[in-house]
Structures are given as C-alpha cells and as structure tokens.
Nanobody, 122 residues
C-alpha cells in the first residue's frame, strides 16, 4: 500500500476557493488511479473526483462538475483538487485514495489518507 497525506483544508467563505494536495510516500503514484472522496457529518463517504494514472480518464461527481478540478503530478508524487465556487454543502472531510482501477466507489481504492477538513461558511 501507499501512504497518503492530505493538506490544504481550512475555513473559506461561500464562493471562495481552496486547493487540496495529497502527497504519497512508500510507492510511486504513477502506477495508481487516484480519487478524492468526502464525508460530511452524519453522512456516508461520497465520491468527488478521480483521475487515471496517465491522466487520460477523469471523472467527477455531478455536484462538483464545473467547479472542481482534479490533477496530478507523478514526478512530485502528488495529486491535487482545485475547488472553486465553494458552497456550504461542500463542507466535509476530504480524503484522497489510491487504487489499481479507476472507480467511483470506495471499493475501488485500497489506500486512504487521514483526511483534511474543509468548512465553507455562508
């Protein structure tokens, strides 16, 4: 498994932006599909975005399309999530995950970070 550490969360006003980073150690990320999930209080963890190892395939949840952008820098072993036009309903703990196959469910990924909290105030 690969070790993942998220950063970049914080408090932002509605309409603002944040950039999350996910740094990997232990193994190179270039062999993995990467994804971002989020979990709001009292809710299940939900898919946000995913990107294939070669950046050919990218997928987003409908709720974030047009506002969030997932990217990766395999040379830096890092994945990013640029979040624009944030809404209060985006408030959640955001997790990055690594897996062998690109997917939209938690079952597709076997390595997870500890999460970073994003709070969007209205």
């Amino acid at each position: 498994q690969v070790q993942l550490v998220e950063s970049g969360g914080g408090l932002v006003q509605a309409g603002g932006s944040l950039r999350l980073s996910c740094a990997a150690s232990g193994r190179t990320l270039s062999n993995y599909a990467m994804a971002w999930f989020r979990q709001a209080p009292g809710k299940e963890r939900e898919f946000v975005a995913a990107i294939s190892w070669n950046v050919v395939l990218v997928d987003y949840a409908e709720s974030v399309k047009g506002r969030f952008t997932v990217s990766r820098d395999n040379a830096k072993n890092t994945v990013y999530l640029q979040m624009n036009s944030l809404k209060p309903e985006d408030t959640a703990v955001y997790y990055c995950a690594a897996g062998r196959v690109l997917g939209g469910t938690t079952r597709a990924y076997d390595s997870w970070g500890q999460g970073t909290l994003v709070t969007v105030s209205s």
